[in-house]
């Protein structure tokens, strides 16, 4: 009897194709994690007890001889934000809290054209909004490591399922941060690629010229792998481009070690509010890439620190604007016959209160007589720091740092300080404000046993070079 708690995603293809597991079986068993520990953790939102027959139609399939796609009999989960045509959809909001998503997210479509078998849609913060997962509708999740903490945010049901074994990978958004922040602080991989490669059609959008779909992974080359399946040009995304989509897995064995490779380290990271121990645990991993060839060049690049601000001017502005939707009409509850009535009862009764500060950040900042000195300011600040960051790659092939300043927090410990809490992104919003590729990976633990995280980035569409830079990091990480 093998113990389906070991085995990882590779494996699971493998033992599937060759008739040695059914999925069925190892759904079941998926499942039945989701439904015990997955509801203790508060991880999903919707667990699907029906995805049992799309596993045994993959059985079938593979008994008949017939052909199955790469991720044939797979369980994975998808972060709520993600449609998910005839299932419940509700962005971890109570404003779409009955929701049915009428068509699925291309990112969706793409892994169900492979075979993928979604056993349940995971909790998150409302609309994406947040850095803990306590923000959510749907109540707090739990990071598996240590209850009393958080598991990041907002992929917080993405993160803190897959740390507990449950599903094989998992999808989630990234927006200034979400996947790679949660990731980090459960121990994990996580993919942001550049903005545009993977499609946003079906994502609900949070603040369109940012979100991201990415992965969550126990390793570099399974996020790659899945990278590979769900990118590309869709047309139902005019932000997507007509570039091709690399072999990212193929190309992860083209670069063999971390040689000549040029690690850039802004010292701005180092600088303020990082603790102790990630900044021990990062600098001996930059050590250590140095130790097998990297090439470490210290840079300066003060314009970094504008991020958090930038990204708090545009982020709520683009949020003001989607919110609009969500008038109690065409989305989510009806609470009366007028119009104007029925949308103020709406919204002040569903949506959660960080949605609402958000809605009202943005709604400032692009009112007229503030527009120009916010809006527009922080949109010419974006190009800057876009500008600042091209360059760098100029020289150096990567910029490497903390993905977050601090560990898994204790749960409340920042939920009553929004400010604090925004300061969790001071590392991830970069890369989104440029829109560039990075990922975070984990690069050890504190005395306490909480994970680190350690985040790579590289220039637009260069995924193929930050995989296989990340995977030769990880594997160093590994041997000591
Ligand atoms: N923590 C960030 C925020 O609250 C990032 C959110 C995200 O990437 N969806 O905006």
């Not at 994406?128 to 907002?154: H, K």
Request: with cysteine; hydrophobic share 40%.
């Amino acid at each position: 009897m093998k113990d389906l708690s070991k085995i990882r995603l590779f494996e699971a293809i493998d033992l599937i194709k060759k008739q040695k597991l059914k999925s069925e079986e190892l759904v079941r068993y998926h499942l039945e994690l989701a439904n015990t520990k997955g509801k203790d953790l508060n991880a999903f939102i919707t667990v699907l007890d029906d995805s049992i027959e799309k596993a045994r139609e993959v059985d079938q399939k593979i008994q008949e001889g017939k052909k199955v796609g790469l991720l044939a009999g797979i369980p994975c989960t998808v972060k709520d934000i993600l449609m998910t045509k005839g299932i419940r959809t509700t962005a971890a909001s109570k404003i779409l809290k009955d929701f049915i998503a009428p068509y699925s997210a291309t990112v969706v479509e793409k892994l169900e054209e492979e075979g993928a078998v979604i056993i349940g849609k995971t909790n998150c913060d409302p609309f994406a909004y947040g850095a803990s997962g306590e923000n959510s509708g749907f109540g707090p999740t739990l990071n598996p490591i240590d209850n009393t903490r958080v598991p990041g945010g907002s992929s917080s049901g993405a993160a803190a399922s897959l740390a507990a074994g449950i599903g094989l990978f998992a999808i989630g958004t990234d927006t200034g941060g979400s996947v790679r922040q949660p990731a980090s602080l459960c121990g994990l991989v996580g993919l942001k690629v550049t903005y545009g490669r993977n499609s946003r059609y079906g994502l609900i959008a949070m603040a369109s010229s940012f979100d991201t779909p990415g992965i969550l992974s126990h390793t570099v080359r399974e996020a790659a792998f899945i990278e590979e399946i769900i990118a590309g040009k869709d047309s139902k995304d005019a932000t997507t481009y007509d570039l091709p989509v690399e072999n990212y897995f193929k190309k992860l064995n083209e670069i063999k070690n971390l040689d000549k490779v040029k690690v850039g380290v802004p010292k701005q990271y180092f600088e303020q509010g990082i603790t102790q121990d990630v900044k021990q645990a990062v600098q001996k991993t930059i050590t250590k890439m140095k130790k097998n060839g990297a090439e470490i060049i210290d840079v300066s690049l003060p314009i970094l620190k504008q991020g958090i601000s930038v990204y708090y001017i545009l982020v709520p502005s683009e949020i003001s604007s989607n919110m609009a939707r969500y008038d109690g009409i065409r989305f989510g509850r009806k609470e009366e016959d007028n119009y104007m009535q029925n949308l103020l009862k709406t919204r002040s009764k569903y949506l959660e209160p960080e949605v609402k500060r958000r809605i009202m950040l943005g709604t400032y900042a692009l009112s007229a007589g503030y527009a120009d000195e916010y809006y527009k300011h922080a949109s010419r600040v974006r190009v800057k720091i876009t500008r600042e960051i091209m360059e760098l790659f100029k020289e150096v092939d990567i910029l490497v740092g903390p993905t977050s300043p601090f560990v898994a927090f204790k749960l409340g410990e920042k939920s009553n300080d929004p400010l604090a809490m925004y300061l969790a992104d001071v590392y991830t919003v970069n890369a989104n404000i440029a829109g560039c590729p990075a990922i975070s990976i984990n690069c050890g633990y504190n005395k306490e046993g909480l994970p680190i995280g350690f985040q790579i980035m590289s220039e637009k569409f260069s995924e193929a070079k930050l995989l296989g830079i990340a995977a030769n990091t990880e594997k160093i990480i590994n041997e000591s």
